[in-house]
């Protein structure tokens, strides 16, 4: 079993740099690929982006390339989803997860219970 717990969403103007942050317990968390997805209003949930074990793998969406960082701590058992240049767009609950298929972006099994980000315009 893994738990996950995110932080660091709220109410950011666009253009803003919020920080996630997943914090992971249960299962060792330094073996594990974990990944980051989000869900609009109205919409499907979608991949974000996924990160190795090791750290040395990384995919993103093309609609967040460029403007995302995905990282882990191994030491502290947490990966970040740092966010910039946000858009409007963007406006979604992100979600961590655990396991994931890293090049597919296909979910794992566990999920925390999810973030809201709401970019104003």
């Known amino acids: 079993q893994v738990q996950l717990v995110e932080s660091g969403g709220g109410l950011v103007q666009a253009g803003g740099s919020p920080r996630l942050s997943c914090a992971a317990s249960?299962?060792?968390?330094?073996?594990?690929?974990m990944g980051w997805f989000r869900q609009a209003p109205g919409k499907e949930r979608e991949f974000v982006a996924t990160?190795?074990?090791?750290?040395?793998?990384?995919y993103y969406a093309d609609s967040v390339k460029g403007r995302f960082t995905i990282s882990r701590d191994n030491a502290k058992n947490t990966v970040y989803l740092q966010m910039n240049s946000l858009k409007p767009e963007d406006t979604a609950v992100y979600y961590c997860?655990?396991?994931?298929?890293?090049?597919?972006?296909?979910?794992?099994?566990?999920w925390g219970q999810g973030t809201q980000v709401t970019v104003s315009s």
């Open positions: 997860n655990a396991d994931p298929i890293l090049r597919s972006g296909l979910p794992g099994h566990y």
């Open positions: 990160i190795s074990w090791s750290g040395g793998t990384i």
């Open positions: 249960g299962r060792t968390f330094s073996s594990v690929a």
